[in-house]
């Protein structure tokens, strides 16, 4: 299938303004253009009824998170959500957007998770960061923001989909906190994933394999590091007793079959799974609501299931 015509357009001026891959760039440039990207293809933020930006005590200090409060009464579910850029790039500033309209459209309250970047930070600092932001939400955000603590969802894009599905099985090995659910957008799942997915998408102009190798480079100090499950989730000795499952994939991403194996290994553990491949888009769609269709229809999508999963139900199928 070709590129979604909205995503042929964008790559079209990229190709003319002779874009550069991230991983070309010195670290700092990198962070700043993807940074800048990501906020282009955002568009304007969602106005919600409260935005807080406060820290919590992080393992080695503390850490930012954001929170979002959107309108209505009664204490509201709650969603932690981890930003993308391959455990190297990006900032809460990066899913603002995203966060905002999912507190809108799930009624949650929604917390976007600071956390170390590597290299400078290398594996197990992100997960370990992440843990912390949920269990801080869990004790603190009922008393300081009156949230129902009892219903509580992770969720993340890309390398936050990749935490997200961490802390899942960090929250079940180690006692809690107690889970509704989770939303995976385009996870990485396997460091060492040998998938037709990582070997067909090299196009320089899109996220590719080196890519993927670029990140998973600066992630991991040792490359051994590569067969923890808190790094590599799919390697999980058991994936029974995670909670009901999103998973989302883009047709043209080199991380595409890694996801999707990866809801067939909560399936096959008996976790209701829902996944989806999104036809014609890339990686990175999700976080481009305000300038794509596709995106805008997986927000939805997303919202739909934090609805369904905080009123205590689960996706039972397979969709796409």
């Not at 966060?99 to 809108?104: D, E, F």
């Not at 599905?165 to 040998?194: F, I, K, W």
């Not at 794509?292 to 199928?317: C, W």
Request: contains cysteine.
């Amino acid at each position: 299938m070709a590129l979604d015509p909205q995503l042929q357009a964008l790559y079209d001026r990229k190709a003319a303004e002779g874009g550069r891959p991230l991983y070309t760039m010195s670290l700092q440039e990198a962070r700043e253009a993807d940074l800048a990207a990501v906020l282009d293809g955002a568009g304007t933020p969602e106005p919600v009824e409260e935005v807080t930006d406060t820290t919590f005590p992080g393992p080695e200090g503390p850490l930012p998170v954001r929170v979002f409060r959107p309108a209505g009464d009664g204490p509201l579910p709650v969603l932690v959500y981890y930003f993308g850029g391959g455990w190297t790039l990006g900032t809460i500033d990066t899913c603002d957007a995203i966060c905002r309209s999912l507190a809108n459209a799930a009624g949650c309250l929604t917390l976007a998770v600071g956390y170390r970047l590597a290299p400078e930070n290398p594996f197990p600092a992100a997960v370990e960061d992440c843990y912390a932001g949920l269990r801080w939400a869990a004790e603190q955000a009922g008393a300081r923001f009156g949230a129902d603590t009892s219903r509580i969802c992770v969720g993340g894009d890309s390398a936050g989909g990749n935490l997200a599905a961490a802390v899942t099985l960090m929250a079940r090995d180690r006692s809690g906190p107690e889970l509704a659910g989770q939303l995976l957008v385009y996870p990485n799942t396997d460091h060492l994933a040998d998938t037709e997915s990582r070997r067909t998408h090299t196009d320089p102009l899109l996220f590719n394999d080196k890519s993927v190798r670029w990140y998973w480079d600066n992630y991991l100090a040792h490359q051994s590091d590569g067969s923890d499950p808190l790094a590599s989730p799919l390697r999980a000795e058991s994936h029974k007793g995670l909670p009901p499952a999103l998973v989302i994939t883009a047709e043209y991403d080199p991380l595409r079959d890694e996801g999707e194996l990866y809801a067939e290994r909560l399936r096959e553990s008996g976790v209701p799974v829902e996944l989806t491949r999104y036809p014609g888009v890339i990686h990175g769609f999700f976080a481009m609501a305000g300038t794509l269709d596709a995106g805008r229809r997986a927000v939805g999508q997303a919202a739909a299931h934090l609805r369904t999963v905080f009123a205590g139900g689960g996706p039972a199928g397979t969709k796409g």
